[in-house]
Structure formats: C-alpha cells, structure tokens
C-alpha cells in the first residue's frame, strides 16, 4: 500500500465499504435492539479488520483504537496509530450519512500527525493527507455563518457565543447574514462541513476521546483550517488517558472573532 499516508487511507476505505456491506445486508433496522445489535457488529468488524490491516503493513507500530484494549506501551512507542473503526456511531444505526472512519498516525518525537484519514463511505468521500488541496475559499457573505456543533452536547454557552459573534462579524463588516447552528454526527463528518463549504467552524467543550479527533484534526491541517484547544493551544496526541477536553476547527478568517466570541460568552 505504499507509505503510511497511503496505507491510512487504504484500510480506511476498505472498513468503510465494510461498514456499509454490514449494513445493506443487516435487514430490517425497525427497533432499538435491532439498531444497538447492528452497532456493536459494525464496530467490532471493523476493528478488527483495521488491527489486522495496520498490524499486517507496518508490525511494530501501536495502535491505539476505540474498540481495543488501550496498553500503556504505546507511550512510549515511536509511532502510535490512532484509530475510530466507527465515529459516528448512532447515526450508523440510525441509517445516516454523517458516520465516519479515521485513522491517522501520530509521531511523538515532532508532535505530529504523519498520516490522517477520514473515509465517510456513505457519502462517497474520503479525505486525507494525500489530498491535492487549495486555500480555502473567503467567508460567504450570501448565507449565514455557520457553526458545528453536537446534538447532544453542545457547549453550554454556544447561543451567546453565535449571538455575539454575528454581531461583531457585523460590525466589522464582515457579513450581516448572522451566525447559525447547524448538528452533524461524526467528528469527521462535521470537520467535511466545513472543507465542503457548508459550514464555518466546529466548537466542542465537554470532552472527547482521541480517536474521535486525530484523524479530523489532521485533515483539517492539511486543508488549511486551524484546529486547536479553544484557547488557540495545539492538541498533542498519545496520552494516557487517551482525552481531548475541548476542540476548535475553523475556517481561518474566522478563529479570531470565534475565540473572542467564545471567550465573551463564558465571562457573560
């Protein structure tokens, strides 16, 4: 499969086209039951193909994924996959498109995401670090400002941070259309949002895991967002425990009057 980016992009794609196999023939999905049992087969399988993937291409490696027993080795290992074999979860269960897979490989010695994948199979999409990619296009101006959150767990103060923000964009002169929220399931089906246009900014502040950030975040490096901690710090990967505790990826026009918005509406 070549080099590492290739290969995160390989066995990405192969679990995602599991995922969606696993599906089709599930059956009937009509209760609750019947969409848990899908889940948790759909996780397990393509766990299992990713460990055998990875292991397979690159044996000394760590890895380091949701569905797997977490080995305090890996803090110490030279090279540590990081790997989501379903983000998005729910969504799958429920039939939707915004579910992901990501795996990306993090470097301790630079601090850096050597490779990233997010496969969204049901959208016929994968991003990666292999991508040919160009500036990103300026702010729109002909529709709202568009803010990504989580359904079900949005920041607490997201309401006064769009309030807030529309307003400063418009003083500014930036845009008068305001600032909306829109909810999507996956880490990386919310960072697509943004690289396909219709959205402008993620914003998360109640905690997550690695493996639903790694592979988005360095996808977002590539294409040219800025992904940090709210406070604009950078997140460093291979921890123990394995916890992000907040996230931002924005359009970089827009980082500026997110973080001050943000800021404003916790004081508030």
Known sequence: MG???????????????????????????????????????????????????????????????????????RLSAERV??????????????????????????????????????DLPAQGLTRSVLDDVSPPASLPTDRPIRIVASRSRPPATLARTVEIL??????????????EIVDVGSVGAKVNEILAGRADAYVHDTGFYEWDVAAP??????????????DGSAVVFNRMPPYVTD???????LVAPLRSALQAAAGS
């Open 166 to 179: 529309g307003e400063a964009l418009a003083r500014d002169g930036v845009t008068d259309q305001g600032v």
């Open 247 to 253: 996230l931002m990826v924005s359009h970089p026009a």
């Open 3 to 73: 080099g590492d980016a290739e290969v995160s992009r390989e066995v990405a794609r192969e679990a995602g086209r599991l995922l969606l196999d696993l599906r089709d023939g599930f059956g009937p999905i009509d209760d609750k039951d019947a969409a848990n049992a899908l889940r948790k087969q759909a996780d397990r399988a393509s766990h299992e193909l990713i460990m055998e993937r990875l292991t397979a291409a690159r044996p000394g490696d760590a890895i380091l994924s949701e569905e797997g027993k977490d080995d305090e080795s």
């Open 81 to 118: 996959w990081i790997v989501d074999p379903l983000d998005g979860t729910y969504e799958y269960g429920q039939g939707r498109v915004d579910f992901a897979v990501h795996i990306a490989l993090w470097e301790p010695a630079t601090r850096s995401l050597s490779a990233a994948t997010v």
């Open 217 to 230: 975040y360095g996808v977002a490096l590539h294409y040219g967002l800025v992904p940090s901690h709210l």
